[in-house]
């Protein structure tokens, strides 16, 4: 009896204080990985002479491969050895890199600080989701993910803008990278001094939930598990043609005309829409269908993404960013809360670990496939096919998915 009563309480209400730290730490993550959203083709071209798209797309494939396996080891390890922990040594990892993107000589150096930042990434973001969902228990599930993305995807885009405005100031380096040092070291200060693990929420949990252990998770994760392989190759597409956007839109937007500044300003309204978006989409997932958010998010992603290469003034340059933004903002926390809901909660951080191995696997896909077409035909024929293959994604999941607990 008293191994029940002191059990720690689920919900937003009776955590929030832990829960807000950990949106703010997220906020703290995203702003990590913007600070090459906006200004790394032009690093990539002024600091070592690089311009071409495949070489550009290099260095997204292996940010993306190194986040995809973190992201699974992660989950795998998160019981193992505990969610702060993790979150801890994510931090630890990203504090050279904007030292090395700052002052190093060599590409290689730099392809190996976007493997650490690629690391880092899926070990810190990955324990937030996973503590976050641990606090609220079930029936908030959309909304924590809503909170979570927002203030990691709203940080990306900020950090883009910023580091887009001191480029163009100041030069492409060594300042746009030094406001790395600073909050990577805040996010590890927080972490170690002042979040608490959430293991023991999921015993709590256990108490409420009846959901069967999965047997091979991983295989139903991924192929066999209508619900769980559903959501899972709809975030990899997504994060397919994120990758594509990180890569190419930036030199999109060169080819036609368009400054540094104004660049920045471009390419963070898509990630910000992302964010603030979430606000709203977060709690859409507590209430409808998620397989109707991530038929719809999809489709009218594919839509925006397919309208892009046609696209010839700000205004409607604007306009796609956003209704893109919104669009992955309706899918993206209905992906983390359909995967919690649809799997135990033991498994739960490792389910939300295979899912995320595949989701962030989609930047080098998209990266491989999109640099691919770029080469033989274009820029723009690259953008319009991956739009072509969000649009599929969203078929599939309508086609494919039961949308009702296991």
Known sequence: ??????????????????????????????????????????????????????????????????????NYFAGRLADRIGRKNLLAIGWTLALPVPLILAFSNSWTFILFSNAILGISQGLTWSSTVVMKIDLVGEKERGLAMGLNEFAGYLSIGISAYLTAIIADQFGIRPFPFLIGIAISSVGLFLSIFFVNDTGSHVQSELYTKSLPKQKS????????????SSITQAGLVNNLNDGMIWGLFPIFLTKIGYGLTDIGSLVAIYPMAWGFGQLATGRLADIYSKKRILVIGMIAQGLAILLIPSSSSTIQIVSLSLVLGLATAMVYPTFLAGIADYTHPVQRAEAIGIFRLWRDLGYAFGAVFSGLITVQIGVEFSIAAIGILTLFSGLLVWLRMPGKTN
């Open 217 to 228: 998770l991983f295989w139903k994760t991924t192929f066999t598990d209508k619900n769980l």
């Open 1 to 70: 009896m008293n191994s029940v009563l002191i059990q720690p309480k689920l919900g937003l209400k009776g955590n929030w204080k832990q829960f807000s730290l950990l949106v703010l730490i997220n906020g703290f993550v995203g702003a990590m990985v913007g600070l090459e959203r906006s200004i790394f083709p032009q690093f990539a071209d002024e600091v070592f002479g690089i311009t071409s798209e495949s070489a550009i797309l290099s260095f997204i494939i292996i940010f993306g491969v190194c986040k995809a396996f973190s």
